[in-house]
């Protein structure tokens, strides 16, 4: 069965830095890109970041040079290196599959982790 499970959330101080992982289980995940969403309380679900089964990858315009998203095939994780947070990154962030980045439909969703930015 496949799946893919988040951790790592958390609260955070302005200024500071988080790691969010995404394990995946029950499919090859070389094979997908992986993106990260996130969705704060009545906002939309805003994509944040994306990773090729190539490892090229793809930030969205308010976490650009901020973020850094990552993959290990062998250990089936990718990972979003989160620098310099503000309070609007607070959101659920959540980790999804898909063939290739910016894709309409994606194939596999995680759960989420609730990510919370404030002093």
């Known amino acids: 069965q496949a799946r893919l499970v988040e951790s790592g959330g958390g609260l955070v101080q302005p200024g500071g830095s988080l790691e969010v992982s995404c394990a995946a289980s029950g499919f090859t995940v070389e094979h997908y890109a992986i993106a990260w969403f996130r969705q704060a309380p009545g906002e939309e679900r805003e994509g944040v970041s994306c990773i090729t089964s190539d490892s090229i990858t793809y930030y969205g315009h308010p976490v650009k040079g901020r973020f850094t998203i990552s993959r290990d095939n062998v250990k089936k994780m990718v990972y979003l290196q989160m620098n310099n947070l503000k309070p609007e990154d607070t959101a659920v962030y959540y980790c999804?599959?898909?063939?290739?980045?910016?894709?309409?439909?994606?194939?596999?969703w995680g759960q989420g982790t609730q990510v919370t930015v404030s002093s």
């Open positions: 999804a599959a898909a063939s290739i980045c910016g894709a309409g439909l994606y194939d596999y």
